[in-house]
C-alpha cells in the first residue's frame, strides 16, 4: 500500500540523516567517505521510495481538472527545499566563522568545521520529521482500496473522510458484490509490454535525457561561475566555511531567479497548456540557449563585463525552462499514464532510469572540465573547445527530448486516471467490470468522477 511505504521511506530518510551526522572517523578522509556513503546510499533508498510515492499519492487524491497542477505544486517545494537548505548553510558557515578562527586563512579545515557540515545534514532531518504525524494520519488512497485491494467499502470510507462526502453514505451500508480479480497479467510480461511498453519507454527515456542535461548544467555551474567571479575553481578559498558559503549562496540565488518561478509556471499552466506541449517546449528552449551559449562560448568570456553577464543569464534560463518543461513533466506523467497496479512502480522505474543518466551528465562534466596540460594563458577555464562541445552534445539530448516526447508520449490532461486505464486495457480478457450497487457503478462511478 502507498500509505506504509511512504512513512517507511520518511523514516528511513529521517535516520539516515541523522546518520550522516554521525559517520565515523574526523581526521580520516577515506573513513568519513566510506561511512558517509553508506548512509547517503541508505539515504538514496528512501528518497527513491518518496519519489513515486508522492506523485502516484497526489495523482489519486487530485482530481481530473486540477490534478497536474496538484502533482506539480508537490514537486515545486523541491524548490523552496533547496532555497531553505542554502539559507541554512550560510547560515551555519556564518556562525562557526564568527564564533571560530574563519577569519584567518587556512589551509586546512579547523576542528570545529568537522560539527558544523554534519550539523549542516543532521538538520536536513527535522522538516521531514515534523511531517511524520501528519504522513501516518493519511488515509490509503481510495484508488489503491478500490482497484487493488477489491475493497469498495473501505474506499468509500476513506474518500469520504478525504473529502467529506456525506451522501456516500447510504451507497455504502451494505456490502457490495466482490469485484472480480484484477487483470492477470504481470509486470513485464508480454501482455503489459504490449499494452504499457511504449508508455514506460517513454516515460523512462525522457527522464533519462533531462538528468542528462539537468545534472550536467548543475555541476557545470560552479566552474562557469568562479570563472565569471574571477576566483577559479582551483583556487585555494579563504577558508572553508567561505567555500561553503559560495556554493550555498550560488545555490540560492538560482533557486529564487529560475528554479522556483519554473516550478510555479509549470503549475499554473500545466492543466491549461497540457504536459506535453510543456515539455517539448522546454526540451526547446532548452536546446536553444545551449546553442546560443555553446557556440560563441569564448565570446562571452572576453573582457567585456556585460557579455558575461548576458550568459549568466542565458544560463538561469536554462534552469527555467528545465522546470518549467521535462524536469517537472516527467514526474507528473507517470503518475498518470500507468493501471493503479502499476502505478508507483513503472514511476520509480522511470525515475531509476533517470538518474542513470544523472550518472551519464556526471561523466560528462568530469570530462568538460578536465584540466589540459600546457602553459595556455589564453586558455578558458573550463577548457573553450570542451565547454562548446559538451553545450552542444547537450543542446542534441534536448533534440531527442523532442523528438521522444512528440512520437512516444501521451497527453494525459483533462482525462481520469481510469480513463487512461480502462483505454488501454479495454482489449483485455481480464477486464475488471464494475459491480453495480443500488443501482449504479460502485467503482468506476466513485472514482471516474474523480
Not at 57 to 78: D, H, L, P, Y
Amino acid at each position: 500500500g502507498r500509505r506504509r511505504v511512504y512513512g517507511l521511506c520518511l523514516v528511513i530518510m529521517i535516520l539516515s540523516s541523522f546518520g550522516c551526522g554521525f559517520s565515523v572517523c574526523t581526521t580520516r578522509r577515506s573513513c568519513v567517505m566510506v561511512s558517509l556513503g553508506f548512509f547517503r546510499f541508505i539515504l538514496g533508498l528512501g528518497i527513491g521510495g518518496d519519489y513515486p510515492l508522492s506523485a502516484t499519492i497526489m495523482s489519486e487524491f487530485a482530481n481530473k481538472r486540477t490534478r497536474g497542477a496538484f502533482i506539480a505544486a508537490v514537486f515545486s517545494m523541491q524548490g523552496l527545499g533547496i532555497l531553505v537548505s542554502s539559507a541554512v548553510t550560510m547560515a551555519i558557515c556564518v556562525a562557526f566563522k564568527s564564533g571560530g578562527d574563519g577569519f584567518e586563512v587556512v589551509k586546512e579545515a579547523p576542528a570545529e568545521a568537522d560539527i558544523a557540515w554534519r550539523l549542516i545534514l543532521m538538520i536536513g532531518a527535522l522538516p521531514a520529521a515534523l511531517t511524520f504525524y501528519w504522513r501516518m494520519l493519511m488515509p490509503e488512497t481510495a484508488r489503491y482500496t478500490a482497484l487493488v485491494e477489491n475493497n469498495i467499502v473501505q474506499a468509500a470510507k476513506d474518500m469520504q473522510r478525504v473529502m467529506s462526502i456525506s451522501h456516500l453514505s447510504d451507497e455504502t451500508t451494505t456490502e457490495p458484490p466482490p469485484l472480480p480479480p484484477p487483470a492477470s497479467y504481470k509486470l513485464f510480461s508480454r501482455r503489459f509490454l504490449h499494452l504499457h511498453g511504449r508508455d514506460l519507454f517513454a516515460a523512462s527515456v525522457n527522464w533519462f535525457l533531462v538528468d542528462v542535461v539537468f545534472y550536467t548544467s548543475n555541476l557545470l555551474l560552479s566552474q562557469i561561475f568562479s570563472h565569471y567571479s574571477d576566483k577559479p575553481s582551483s583556487s585555494t578559498p579563504e577558508n572553508v566555511y567561505d567555500a561553503a558559503f559560495e556554493v550555498a549562496e550560488l545555490g540560492a540565488i538560482i533557486a529564487a531567479c529560475s528554479t522556483i518561478p519554473g516550478y510555479w509556471f509549470t503549475v499554473y499552466f500545466i492543466d491549461k497548456i497540457g504536459r506535453v506541449k510543456i515539455q517539448i517546449m522546454g526540451f526547446f528552449f532548452m536546446a536553444v540557449i545551449y546553442l546560443v551559449a555553446g557556440i560563441p562560448y569564448s565570446w562571452y568570456w572576453s573582457k567585456h563585463e556585460q557579455n558575461k553577464k548576458g550568459f549568466m543569464v542565458l544560463y538561469g534560463l536554462i534552469f527555467f525552462f528545465c522546470n518549467f518543461g521535462p524536469n517537472t513533466t516527467t514526474f507528473i506523467i507517470p503518475a498518470e499514464l500507468f493501471p493503479a497496479r502499476f502505478r508507483s512502480t513503472c514511476h520509480g522505474i522511470s525515475g531509476a532510469v533517470g538518474k542513470l543518466g544523472a550518472i551519464v551528465g556526471t561523466v560528462g562534466f568530469l570530462w568538460a572540465t578536465k584540466e589540459m596540460d600546457g602553459d595556455d594563458i589564453n586558455q578558458v577555464y573550463p577548457e573553450v573547445n570542451r565547454m562548446r562541445i559538451a553545450f552542444l552534445v547537450l543542446s542534441g539530448v534536448c533534440i531527442a527530448g523532442i523528438f521522444v516526447t512528440y512520437f512516444f508520449t501521451k497527453e494525459t490532461m483533462g482525462r481520469s486516471l481510469e480513463d487512461n486505464e480502462l483505454e488501454q486495457d479495454s482489449n483485455d480478457e481480464g477486464e475488471i467490470e464494475p459491480p453495480i450497487v443500488n443501482g449504479q457503478s460502485s467503482a468506476s462511478t466513485l472514482l471516474q468522477t474523480r
